[in-house]
């Protein structure tokens, strides 16, 4: 056994009675006990934060929330969606963003607007490119302009695959055709 060299603490006067805290050994495994809390807690909260968020965006209804009671005898109209019809629209400006590894379908894909009566698809009218992704499945039309919707359908109705999207991400252009993987060119 060590023996060390007597100091100050080791003389303690006899009349100083002991205070404070004389901890035990720690049990085994209660570190992970109270971490197991915290993620519980963690988890509840950040669950109750989302619900929340999507309660007040409006993503899911709860009729205690809104303060409207459905009853039994008032029923509810339906939600009309306006859509407009399709609608050829020569002179609108269309940029076509080639989003498939296949060389240069973006031209080929105008070109081929062009001959349907697309003048807005012409290279000196609109532009074409490739898309910042190589790998789109789906053809989309982007449409910025709710009065641009009818255009956007008869493109849709033109290219024989697609879906149309109303966004600001294309600004640059009233529509922007960004061809997927289930874009075929028709033969000539």
Same mark, same amino acid.
């Given at each position: 056994?060590?023996?060390?060299?007597?100091?100050? /603490?080791?003389?303690?006067?006899?009349?100083?009675?002991?205070?404070?805290?004389?901890?035990?050994?720690?049990?085994?495994?209660?570190? %992970?006990? #109270? /971490?197991? %809390?915290?993620?519980?807690?963690?988890?509840?909260?950040? #669950?109750?934060?989302? /619900?929340?968020?999507?309660?007040?965006?409006?993503?899911?209804?709860?009729? /205690?929330?809104?303060?409207?009671?459905?009853?039994?005898?008032?029923?509810?109209?339906?939600?009309?969606?306006?859509?407009?019809?399709?609608?050829?629209?020569?002179?609108?400006?269309?940029?076509?963003?080639?989003?498939?590894?296949?060389?240069?379908?973006?031209?080929?894909?105008?070109?081929?607007? =062009?001959?349907?009566? %697309?003048?807005?698809?012409?290279?000196?009218?609109?532009?074409?490119?490739?898309?910042?992704?190589?790998?789109?499945?789906?053809?989309?039309?982007?449409?910025?302009?709710?009065?641009?919707?009818?255009?956007?359908? #008869?493109?849709?109705?033109?290219?024989?695959?697609?879906?149309?999207?109303?966004?600001?991400?294309?600004?640059?252009?009233?529509?922007?055709? =960004?061809?997927?993987?289930?874009?075929?060119?028709? #033969?000539?």
């Amino acid at each position: 056994m060590a023996t060390y060299p007597k100091d100050r /603490f080791d003389s303690v006067p006899d009349d100083l009675l002991r205070t404070g805290a004389h901890r035990g050994p720690a049990r085994k495994g209660s570190g %992970w006990i #109270a /971490f197991a %809390w915290a993620a519980i807690a963690t988890v509840a909260l950040v #669950a109750a934060g989302l /619900f929340g968020l999507s309660v007040i965006t409006g993503r899911i209804n709860l009729p /205690f929330f809104s303060g409207a009671v459905p009853s039994a005898t008032t029923t509810p109209s339906p939600s009309v969606s306006p859509t407009a019809q399709a609608k050829l629209n020569p002179t609108i400006p269309i940029t076509v963003l080639n989003g498939t590894p296949t060389s240069g379908l973006a031209t080929a894909t105008g070109d081929n607007l =062009v001959a349907q009566g %697309w003048g807005g698809a012409a290279p000196s009218i609109g532009t074409r490119a490739n898309a910042s992704s190589q790998d789109i499945k789906t053809t989309i039309v982007y449409y910025s302009d709710p009065a641009d919707e009818g255009a956007a359908r #008869a493109l849709v109705l033109s290219l024989k695959v697609g879906q149309i999207q109303l966004s600001k991400a294309f600004t640059q252009s009233p529509l922007t055709v =960004v061809i997927g993987s289930d874009y075929v060119l028709p #033969a000539k």
